[in-house]
């Protein structure tokens, strides 16, 4: 089978095509045929260092890289009743750990996966995995989100942050997104109550008495965000749990809680996310789509941080 390997971290050209055999299933696993794949920043901090490399996958070499996939049941292992040959499924495999996506075929466990709701594309499935359950996890599992929370969401019009603003709006949350002014009118248009322009200067000394920011940039913006928390409020903070000191005694100061969050592969989540797609409340954008033998493209293009919403990569 086609897949793309990684022998060490650099550049794209560290990205090679290579022949190799098809994965061999466990009894709970699902053999998947893929025919989308979507490109994550985590994606292309594997690829481009080593200590985010050697983090994920230790000594491992080569590694096949990605975790997002959408494609068609080829094989079922034993144990798996959810699903049967032919049936279109999507999901986030085995993250945090070796999802192996860059390829025909990948390996995914039973409940890392769930059925793609009909009328939606391969691609648009794909594009609805990490960053969707990201987003999905940080609202609902770590900060509780509830009817009228006011929601602030950093880098709204992008993977994680367009996910976040429209899954804040169906829980019935007041949300405000911040992006550069050339994607106000995108992040309105995705259910954003307001927008905040951060490249204004004191951008983010508008908004206050938050409930809950999802920060996904970390630095001078999670600790600009602290004072516009109120009182119990919390900030999930997605980048690195390694928070600067300084952070967190302010934090402690104003009684704002700061959680950083790991995204993990979950039945309940990717069939939450299938759910949301189905009834329209969550629509995917796909900023570029990317043929296979294009996959260095698509990690430069990332590298642009300019991507609205998702980048696909077609197979």
Not at 46 to 51: K, N, P, T, W
Request: net charge negative.
């Amino acid at each position: 089978m086609k897949t793309i390997i990684l022998n060490e971290a650099g550049g794209v050209d560290k990205l090679q095509l290579a022949d190799t055999e098809k994965p061999q299933i466990k009894n709970n696993e699902v053999l998947v045929q893929v025919k989308a794949i979507s490109i994550n920043p985590v994606d292309v901090n594997a690829r481009a260092y080593d200590h985010v490399l050697n983090w994920i996958y230790g000594d491992l070499r080569p590694v096949i890289l990605g975790w997002d996939i959408a494609g068609e049941v080829f094989e079922i292992g034993e144990e798996v009743t959810d699903f049967k040959i032919g049936d279109r499924v999507f999901g986030m495999v085995n993250f945090f750990g070796n999802g192996k996506a860059y390829a025909e075929y990948t390996a995914a466990p039973e409940s890392h996966l769930a059925l793609i709701p009909e009328h939606h594309t391969f691609e648009e499935a794909a594009s609805s995995s990490l960053a969707a359950v990201t987003a999905y996890q940080a609202l609902v599992d770590v900060a509780k989100i509830k009817k009228n929370d006011r929601v602030l969401i950093h880098a709204a019009s992008g993977g994680v942050g367009h996910f976040a603003v429209q899954i804040a709006k169906y829980f019935g949350a007041y949300v405000i997104g911040t992006s550069s002014a050339n994607n106000k009118e995108f992040v309105l248009s995705i259910g954003a109550d307001e927008h905040i322009d951060y490249t204004q200067k004191n951008s983010l000394d508008i908004a206050n008495d938050i409930d809950i920011v999802i920060d996904t940039i970390q630095g001078e913006t999670l600790l600009k965000s602290i004072n516009m928390v109120r009182p119990g409020g919390i900030i999930v903070t997605l980048p690195s749990p390694e928070i600067p000191q300084n952070i967190q005694d302010k934090a402690e100061k104003q009684n704002v809680n700061i959680e950083f969050m790991m995204v993990a592969s979950k039945k309940e989540t990717i069939q939450a996310i299938a759910d949301l797609l189905e009834n329209k409340s969550l629509i995917p954008h796909i900023h570029r789509t990317f043929p296979f033998g294009e996959m260095a493209k698509a990690h430069l293009e990332m590298e642009t941080k300019r991507v609205v919403g998702k980048i696909v990569v077609t197979l």
